[in-house]
């Protein structure tokens, strides 16, 4: 296959844009399991050590430190489905997780890749705590007043601020061409540039 440009002494083409696209792949992948390390040592510390008995420590006048398993998904909910429930929603969180696999290989900007790479590394995290426990460690505790948020943990904050970005991002006004676009555009760049 031959270069369909150089610049700069690089070959800029299908080649420079598959490497790209893998060596994002790469990193985001390595960047979930990062976060799915960090957030099943916080739960195994939260277990083993700071809720050993397990009680409720106040940190700030708003937030709880609590130890609460959470059998279902968020709030609590689908926790009624019996013994078949952890295999259920295991399975279900295994396929949305190669879902944003494939999402993130396809992923048109920077803050689509750093979102579902949150997403991926949260949901990995409360699957293994999952597969392990048959469910969930929350431990995180909100509240104002008599109002209480329910438990969370710290692979909830990763699927949030994902969810979150990839909301912002998709609220922009100018949406992000394909990344083959780009380097179409660019290669047309530089052909009217020579």
């Given amino acids: 296959m031959r270069p369909l440009s150089k610049k700069r002494g690089r070959v800029v083409g299908r080649d420079h844009t598959t490497k790209k696209r893998v060596r994002t792949y790469v990193w985001a992948l390595?960047?979930?399991g990062l976060l799915s390390v960090v957030d099943?040592?916080?739960?195994w510390a939260m277990v083993t050590i700071v809720m050993d008995p397990p009680r409720s420590i106040p940190v700030l006048p708003f937030f709880d430190l609590v130890l609460v398993f959470n059998r279902g998904v968020s709030f609590g909910m689908l926790s009624d489905l019996?013994?078949?429930?952890p295999s259920i929603l295991s399975g279900v969180a295994m396929g949305i997780v190669s879902m944003m696999c494939v999402w993130l290989w396809h992923a048109p900007r920077r803050i689509d890749v750093v979102a579902i790479t949150l997403i991926i590394g949260g949901?990995?995290?409360?699957?293994?705590?999952?597969?392990?426990d048959?469910?969930?460690t929350d431990f995180l505790s909100l509240y104002a007043g008599p109002y209480h948020w329910p438990a969370?943990?710290?692979?909830?904050?990763?699927?949030v601020t994902g969810v979150s970005f990839l909301l912002l991002s998709n609220l922009r006004s100018d949406p992000a061409p394909p990344r083959e676009s780009l380097q179409t555009m660019k290669m047309d760049q530089s052909k009217k540039e020579n």
């Fill in 40 to 43: 099943l040592s916080a739960k």
């Fill in 134 to 136: 048959e469910a969930v």
């Fill in 152 to 159: 969370f943990n710290g692979a909830d904050v990763f699927i």
């Fill in 82 to 85: 019996g013994a078949w429930g």
């Fill in 30 to 32: 390595a960047s979930a």
């Fill in 123 to 132: 949901a990995i995290g409360n699957l293994i705590d999952r597969l392990h």
